[in-house]
């Protein structure tokens, strides 16, 4: 079993920064790729982006704001947020499953981390 915790939430202002971090723990299988989904109130949950084999992929709302990167030694994967807009408001999930490429249904969650931006 995997078990994944994020941290780095909170309350930001429109056009600021914040990192999250996620920390894997458990039987990782050897080939793990991690990201980033999140859910905004009354909204579906969506893909926001993830890493596998050190190549990131990202939603097309992310333009260039957001950059994922990962620290396999301490099994760890960031999610650097810039120029942060209201419509980013929402509780962001850690995500993961075996292989390369996240699936729309990934095997492990973690518990999410609320981010608000205000305006």
């Known amino acids: 079993q995997v078990q994944l915790e994020e941290s780095g939430g909170g309350l930001v202002q429109a056009g600021g920064s914040l990192r999250l971090s996620c920390v894997a723990s458990?039987?990782?299988?050897?080939?793990?790729?991690m990201g980033w989904f999140r859910q905004a109130p009354g909204k579906e949950r969506e893909f926001v982006g993830s890493i596998g084999d050190g190549t990131a992929y990202y939603a097309n709302f992310v333009k260039d704001r957001f950059t994922i990167s990962r620290d396999n030694a301490k099994n760890t994967v960031y999610l650097q947020m810039n120029s942060l807009l209201p419509e980013d408001t929402a509780v962001y999930y850690c995500?993961?499953?075996?292989?390369?490429?996240?699936?729309?249904?990934?095997?492990?969650w973690g518990q999410g981390t609320q981010v608000t931006v205000s305006s």
């Open positions: 995500a993961g499953n075996g292989g390369r490429i996240l699936s729309g249904r990934p095997d492990y």
């Open positions: 458990g039987r990782t299988p050897s080939r793990f790729v």
